[in-house]
Structures are given as structure tokens and as C-alpha cells.
């Protein structure tokens, strides 16, 4: 504190000052250095992490369906051909080569009059509850994607063709049953075509006959002269 004095016969001011001293500047240890620089460089890698999953996503997910895309489907049903073929090996231990497939094709019955009717979201929650039935009813080792539009495809490890022809028969009477809260009077078929990499481990190939069966399911009608929602083996006779 100071004392200020004032003229003669005036009492002594005080003045109080509180003066505060700026502190010293504390340097930064290099420990405290180095956390810093690694908790930055951890920062950037899990940036770099989460970006590389998005596009992993992308490339592999379907964003309507969350099924498979065509290109994720498409490098998963080649490398299991080239391991039937002998092309590759089985990675994984204690598990065996795949020895067979079936390649499923399926397209959902007069789509289009569905969106004209209820409207685009309509299709879209069709497609949606669909796919999920489609994934439920399957294996974890199967793979099903949307190949294009209303075409959805599954491909079926370690399945022949016989076994296959039973489970998308009871994935079609699933499908006719589906009940849509949203639109009561809305009800869906499928139509199915289905083929077996015992007649021919070419990728190609082996989608146009699974797609010639779903042609002849869609052409199939019964008695009363209704088509569609079928069952097809692909035959090569």
C-alpha cells in the first residue's frame, strides 16, 4: 500500500493498491510434449479409420436395403467360384473349401404397380421388409444383395441345388404372407430362379441361367392362368 499525503490541516489519504505480479511462464516438460503429439496422432488415425469404413460401407452396403451391393456380391460370388475351382484356398482354419453353390435370383412381382398404387415410399418399405426377411431367413455364411431395382440375388454356400429349391420355396410362401402396417391392402409376390455351380463355375454364366429360371418362373401360370410367384430350377435340357 502507499500513503499519499495532502495539504496542510487535510488528514493523510490512503490508498490501497493491489498489485499482482504476473506468475512466470511454466515451460511444458517433453513428457507432457509427447502426450500431446501422440494424443494428436491417435486423433488423426481414427479420423483416417472412420473415413476408410465409410467408403468400405459405400462400396458393400446398400443404403435402402442394407444388403450387399451388386459389387460387394459380385467379388464375394467370383472368389467362391475360383475356390471350387481350385483356384484359391480356404484361409481360415478348421473350415473347409467350399465344394458347390447355388445363385438364387429373385424379382419381386408387378414392382411397378406397386409404387403406382401406394406410392414410391410404399416400394421402398416393400423392398425394405423384404430384405430383412430374406437375411432372417438364410445363413450367416449365405450372401444376399440387391443386384438391381426390384432384382434382389443370394447366393448360397455349400447348397445344392435341391436343398436350395426347398428353402426359397419357403422364402416365397413368407414373402405372399408379408402384412405392411402402413398399407393394409398391399400384398407382394416374388418370383424365383434358381441355378447350381455344378453346371458351370463361371460367374456369367452361371447368373443368366439362374436368370433364364426366373424368366420361365414369371412366364409359368397355373390352371386358373395366374403367372409369377414361382419357383424355377435352371435345366439344362
Not at 496542510?8 to 512466470?24: D, H, I, N, T
Not at 451391393?69 to 467362391?80: G, I, K, P, V
Not at 443386384?147 to 443370394?154: A, H, K
Not at 443368366?208 to 424355377?232: F, H, S, T
Request: hydrophobic residues 35%; aromatic residues 6%.
Amino acid at each position: 500500500c502507499r500513503c499519499r499525503g495532502g495539504r496542510a490541516g487535510e488528514g493523510a489519504v490512503l490508498e490501497l493498491r493491489m498489485e499482482s505480479s504476473p506468475k512466470p511462464e511454466r515451460k511444458l516438460r517433453a513428457e507432457e510434449i509427447q502426450d500431446a503429439q501422440m494424443g494428436l496422432y491417435q486423433w488423426h488415425i481414427e479420423i483416417l479409420e472412420n473415413e476408410k469404413k465409410e467408403r468400405e460401407e459405400a462400396y458393400s452396403i446398400e443404403p435402402l436395403t442394407r444388403l450387399k451391393t451388386r459389387q460387394a456380391f459380385w467379388d464375394e460370388f467370383t472368389y467362391s467360384l475360383e475356390m471350387i475351382r481350385g483356384e484359391v484356398m480356404e484361409q481360415r482354419k478348421g473350415v473347409e473349401p467350399i465344394k458347390e453353390v447355388s445363385v438364387v435370383m429373385i424379382d419381386l412381382d408387378h414392382f411397378k404397380a406397386v409404387n403406382d398404387t401406394f406410392g414410391h415410399p410404399a416400394g421402398d418399405e416393400v423392398l425394405r421388409k423384404i430384405s430383412a426377411l430374406l437375411i432372417e431367413s438364410v445363413r450367416p455364411t449365405d450372401t444376399v444383395a440387391r443386384f438391381g431395382g426390384e432384382e434382389l440375388i443370394v447366393l448360397m454356400r455349400d447348397t445344392d441345388i435341391q436343398v436350395a429349391a426347398r428353402q426359397v420355396e419357403k422364402i416365397r410362401e413368407k414373402i405372399q404372407n408379408l402384412t405392411f402396417d402402413a398399407y393394409p391392402t398391399l400384398k407382394v409376390t416374388a418370383s424365383f430362379g434358381i441355378a447350381s455351380s455344378t453346371t458351370s463355375t463361371n460367374p456369367e454364366t452361371l447368373v443368366a441361367q439362374a436368370d433364364k429360371a426366373l424368366y420361365e418362373a414369371k412366364g409359368d401360370k397355373d390352371p386358373e392362368g395366374n403367372g409369377r410367384n414361382r419357383v424355377r430350377v435352371y435345366n439344362e435340357t
